[in-house]
């Protein structure tokens, strides 16, 4: 059966929306397809033509569900959203598919969402206890109940009423028949951006999307920044109480796309600049540098500029392999990451190699690619990590698993580096890492590394038994 709790906080996503262009939801399209690296499993468009919102979303990828021209005539008029998502739950069944499209009281509205709720199910069970009636498992859904059960009379009221109940990371695109709302959580944990295209507004949770449909980059939208815009144009407000942000460091390391700007840096610069510093940090005798391509790759270029060593590509990546990917069940089973990776052993026999990545989560790449690598003949395997070890979950909205599944949450670098069979092992520092990003004295999130979680988060969201002792004090506040 269902699982009716909500999801575990375990969604990436992108969100992409249009204002006031003739071909809003084909460049919504188009805006998602650049978006796809934030989400894979499912997709959808909102779209309105003044009058009433039209919809279409699927599991799949965006060419797939949007792969046939007829499906823009279903998705009419001058302004449009959209949503790329990826979760790893059970719950990855069309009712979660996103936008979320509602008819109330007064109106349709349409919401995409990119983060995590992190006091979800509170609200939820406060909700249903006065009688609502959730259609999907996504935290996304109570925001919706909140905005029609608020009191306030105007739309603005309504958002902040609703947005001042949630806590955690958010960032969200709204559409009405006759506006766009976007709005990025206080603490500015996911990225959003904002262009102009023509006479109309384009909003992107990554620089990459403007940049495919020719949108001119105005800035990021602010931490605790709501938007609206509607045929005046647009307007800025800043409605919540005001925090020190803390964007996801995470964004750099492995999650957004190289050649977008998020937080104000572009993240191929900033990936380079972590090899570099890891290159200082973790020295090692070698031939040459290896990347774990895609990730791997600015990092090991960094790496290989300021160790001196070669960069070679001694590992190839099929492009064409989806998340979804079956293993055959007889006798060739346990490709693992052999589909997605191949080496190229006239580049890495005989040779010391370094090879490179952004992070180890449980280990298993790591240990499977040593191995490919030794097989092909490298006598031997250094591995370094462009961040540091990956130790605590993540509840604002990368998929991390919990503490237990974490292999750097219980053991030593040591124990790792047996573990994936490397002769040594070197993780880029904390200070190595905000180093790289500029920012010396924090100004980021880092719970993944250090476990300080700068939204906290009632006892009931944790899975988690060995977290507890740390937030004793802190949930008490709540
Ligand atoms: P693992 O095999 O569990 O250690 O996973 C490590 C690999 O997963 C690395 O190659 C990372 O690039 C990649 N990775 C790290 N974080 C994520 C994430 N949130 N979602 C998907 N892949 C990830």
Avoid: W
């Avoid at 947005?163 to 006759?178: D, P, Q, V």
């Avoid at 949770?205 to 509607?230: K, N, Q, T, W, Y």
Wanted: glycine fraction near 8%.
């Amino acid at each position: 059966m269902e699982e009716m709790k909500l999801l575990r906080p375990e969604e990436e996503c992108g969100i992409f929306g249009v204002f006031n262009h003739p071909e809003a939801s084909n460049l919504t399209y188009l805006g998602l397809y650049a978006l796809q690296h934030r989400g894979q499993e499912s997709c959808g468009i909102v779209s309105s033509d003044g009058a009433a919102l039209h919809a279409h979303k699927s599991m799949g990828l965006v060419a797939d569900v949007f792969g046939n021209q007829e499906i823009f005539k279903s998705l009419p008029g001058k302004s449009a959203i959209g949503h790329v998502r990826y979760s790893t739950t059970g719950s990855s069944v069309i009712k979660n598919v996103q936008p979320i499209m509602v008819d109330y009281s007064r109106g349709s509205i349409a919401v995409a969402h990119n983060g995590n709720i992190v006091n979800a199910q509170i609200i939820k069970d406060e909700l249903e206890a006065y009688g609502s009636i959730f259609q999907t498992t996504m935290d996304t859904e109570i925001i919706v109940h909140l905005l029609a059960t608020s009191k306030a009379n105007s739309l603005l009221d309504r958002l902040t009423d609703a947005l001042n109940r949630i806590l955690g990371a958010y960032c969200l695109l709204f559409l009405t028949e006759t506006r766009m709302i976007a709005v990025r959580d206080p603490n500015g944990f996911r990225p959003l951006c904002l262009g102009r295209l023509g006479g109309g507004y384009v909003i992107a949770s990554e620089s990459c999307a403007l940049d495919l449909i020719d949108a001119e980059f105005v800035r990021e939208v602010e931490p605790g920044e709501v938007i609206v815009i509607d045929k005046n144009g647009m307007n800025s407000f800043f409605p919540l109480k005001k925090t020190t942000p803390s964007p996801c460091i995470f964004e750099f390391v492995y999650f957004a796309r190289p050649d977008s700007h998020v937080f104000g840096r572009n993240v191929y610069q900033v990936r380079k600049e972590q090899g570099r510093q890891l290159a200082r940090e973790h020295k090692v005798d070698a031939d040459i540098v290896v990347p774990i391509p895609d990730s791997g790759v600015p990092a090991a270029l960094g790496y290989a500029e300021e160790s001196g060593l070669p960069f070679e590509l001694g590992l190839i990546r099929n492009h064409y392999v989806g998340r979804t990917f079956i293993e055959p069940q007889q006798a060739i089973r346990h490709f693992g990451v052999k589909i997605k990776l191949n080496p190229v052993r006239e580049v890495l026999k005989g040779k010391r190699v370094v090879v490179i990545d952004d992070s180890i989560v449980r280990g298993t790449t790591s240990r499977k690619i040593v191995k490919m690598v030794r097989n092909a003949g490298a006598s031997e395997v250094h591995v370094r990590i462009s961040s540091p070890p990956t130790s605590y979950p993540c509840y604002y909205g990368i998929d991390t698993p919990n503490r237990k599944e974490l292999i750097s949450s219980s053991h030593s670098i040591d124990e790792i580096r047996r573990y994936i069979t490397a002769d040594s092992l070197g993780y880029l520092s904390e200070e190595g890492l905000m180093k790289s990003v500029g920012a010396d004295n924090g100004g980021y999130c880092n719970a993944c590394f250090t476990g300080g979680y700068p939204v906290k988060f009632p006892r009931l969201e944790m899975d988690d038994d060995s977290q507890m002792g740390l937030f004793e004090k802190e949930i008490e506040k709540i």
